[in-house]
């Protein structure tokens, strides 16, 4: 297989599929934008109409999503490949479903914020995407980037709209 793969070895790969974030991460420019594009807007209208599904998807995603990401990486040969992007669906959904409302604004500073701290990785999210190898290691970084956008999040709710 070569570094990317093509769309009908995702289809005859689940992991490849999940992995690569039903094709989002095929894209050539930032596949991680792309990823966490398409997993925001799945997202939203289930934390929206169905947040206990959410929460029961967002779980079974947080625990599968090791062996998705560490399958899909031993597939194409590189570990945490741009193109594996599970783990921006996961972090994105972290994010949204801790939201201090369920508003356009909230969702746009989400995903702001959350590719903000995923692509400039301060410490330590660097730190962990350097040392943390394998499936949880891909997940483990944008896991934390999503902890740092929810701190942004809510330091601006309470800084500015909070009575």
């Avoid at 050539?28 to 169905?50: D, E, H, M």
């Avoid at 999210?125 to 896991?143: A, E, K």
């Avoid at 956008?149 to 601006?156: P, T």
Wanted: aromatic share 18%; net charge negative.
């Amino acid at each position: 297989m070569s570094t990317i793969p093509s769309w009908s070895e995702l289809k005859q790969h689940p992991a490849l599929m999940l992995g690569f974030g039903f094709g989002s991460g095929l894209a050539r420019k930032a596949p991680g934008t792309w990823g966490t594009l398409l997993g925001w807007l799945l997202f939203i209208p289930l934390v929206v109409y169905a947040p206990i599904l959410a929460w029961v998807v967002f779980v079974i995603g947080l625990f599968a999503g090791s062996w998705i990401c560490g399958r899909a990486a031993e597939m194409v040969g590189v570990h945490d490949h741009g193109g594996i992007v599970w783990d921006e669906f996961v972090g994105i959904w972290l994010v949204l479903l801790l939201l201090p409302d369920q508003a356009w604004l909230w969702w746009l500073l989400a995903f702001g914020l959350f590719r903000f701290f995923d692509i400039i990785k301060p410490w330590p999210i660097g730190w962990l995407d350097r040392r943390v190898s394998g499936g949880f290691g891909i997940m483990l970084d944008d896991i934390v980037a999503a902890l740092f956008a929810l701190i942004g999040v809510w330091i601006i709710y309470i800084s500015f709209f909070s009575a």
